[in-house]
């Protein structure tokens, strides 16, 4: 009975997890102009005007620009703070990478606020480069704390090896410890360019509608009616999403480098 009880649960979880990506998917391929489920007929439509539009193409391709960089920006803060920190070995340093979990540990909307007064001080309010540093910045928890259980993993007699051998401590970081954390920092780079892409609520607070990325684009179509292109473009966020995750699975130990045990 506990066992029946355990599955039961656990479809019930399964199925709600489903159940929104299959109506979704159907809306998305519906021929009709209105948000209706199941499909009256099936087309690929909305897709083409997701794809071809240019009142959608701008925003997906600013989504895009800013999730590269965004990453960019966080990977390089998260390794260059591990690896001081990882130098240091020191109480202080650890007290650094706490405040570095701070943006997580925040409610999103004092993020955002903090953000937009800074960026309307400093005459950035409205720009792209506005929001691809504030998505670098505050998003930089996860690749901190990724590339961390990469360097928690390094050999210090692999280390002692090098500089045995004569390498510089450039040489030693280039050759030696960057290739051994670098599955470390694409895992945490791919996770900040996903959340870079479905994030609204910095990049309206940092940049309003000057700069209109994909979900902010999404947002103002809800304004002014639903049409089954949200869905088409909400499924392109479910799938970019999968697609980003079933590459790094088949590259690296994902779940390892996740943090999920191996025992």
Not at 158 to 165: G, K, L, N, P, Q
Not at 220 to 246: D, E, Q, W
Request: proline share 5%.
């Amino acid at each position: 009975m506990t066992d029946l009880l355990k599955r039961l649960f656990l479809f019930g979880i399964a199925a709600g997890l489903i159940l929104p990506f299959l109506i979704v998917a159907g809306v998305s391929i519906n021929a009709d102009s209105n948000i209706s489920f199941p499909p009256s007929a099936l087309s690929a439509r909305w897709y083409t005007v997701l794809l071809t539009e240019r009142d959608w193409l701008i925003p997906i391709r600013n989504s895009l620009v800013i999730a590269a960089f965004a990453g960019l920006i966080a990977v390089s803060i998260a390794l260059a703070a591990n690896y001081v920190l990882w130098r240091l070995k020191s109480g202080f340093g650890r007290a650094v990478f706490a405040l570095g979990l701070g943006p997580f540990m925040l409610p999103p909307i004092i993020i955002a606020m903090g953000a937009s007064v800074f960026w309307a001080e400093m005459g950035w309010y409205g720009r792209a480069e506005a929001t691809v540093i504030s998505h670098g910045v505050f998003f930089v928890t996860l690749p901190l704390v990724i590339i961390a259980r990469g360097f928690a993993a390094l050999s210090d007699d692999v280390i002692e090896a090098s500089r045995t051998m004569g390498a510089t401590p450039l040489q030693t970081f280039t050759k030696v410890i960057f290739p051994l954390v670098l599955p470390y920092v694409i895992t945490g780079y791919a996770l900040v360019a996903i959340i870079s892409v479905n994030e609204y609520l910095i990049s309206y607070m940092v940049s309003g509608f000057a700069v209109e990325t994909l979900p902010i684009r999404i947002f103002n179509n809800v304004r002014y009616g639903y049409t089954p292109v949200v869905a088409s473009a909400a499924m392109g966020f479910a799938l970019l999403t999968i697609g980003v995750l079933l590459v790094l699975a088949s590259i690296t130990d994902l779940l390892k480098l996740l943090g999920a045990s191996r025992d």
